[in-house]
Nanobody, 122 residues
Framework: QVQLVESGGGSVQAGGSLSLSCAAS????????MSWYRQAPGKEREFVSD???????TYADSVKGRFTISQDNAKNTVYLQMNSLKPEDTAMYYC????????????????WGQGTQVTVSS
């Protein structure tokens, strides 16, 4: 059973930094995509960043230059380093994995963690 456990959220002043972690377990894969999403109160969940099994990364325009996604395959963990935080970054941050259990097979998609809260004060 897929399990994603996020950690590292907290409260910080604008301009500060936080580092989120997402530890994955319970599945094996040929290929995968690990992503971070966030959801602010009253808003839809939005994409933040992702990294795939080739190490290719993408970022939402709103976080480019400020956030960095990375991974430690030995620990099955993905990180999101968030610098120069702004009040508008305040949200619940969720980790998601989409993965291909067998090479050439179907992907398992939409596997979510429980989220970790990030609050940025002005």
């Amino acid at each position: 059973q897929v399990q994603l456990v996020e950690s590292g959220g907290g409260s910080v002043q604008a301009g500060g930094s936080l580092s989120l972690s997402c530890a994955a377990s319970g599945y094996s894969y040929c290929r995968y995509d690990m992503s971070w999403y966030r959801q602010a109160p009253g808003k839809e969940r939005e994409f933040v960043s992702d990294i795939d099994s080739d190490g290719t990364t993408t970022y939402a325009d709103s976080v480019k230059g400020r956030f960095t996604i990375s991974q430690d395959n030995a620990k099955n963990t993905v990180y999101l380093q968030m610098n120069s935080l702004k009040p508008e970054d305040t949200a619940m941050y969720y980790c998601r994995t989409d993965y291909q259990p067998l090479c050439g097979g179907r992907w398992s998609t939409g596997n979510w963690g429980q989220g970790t809260q990030v609050t940025v004060s002005s």
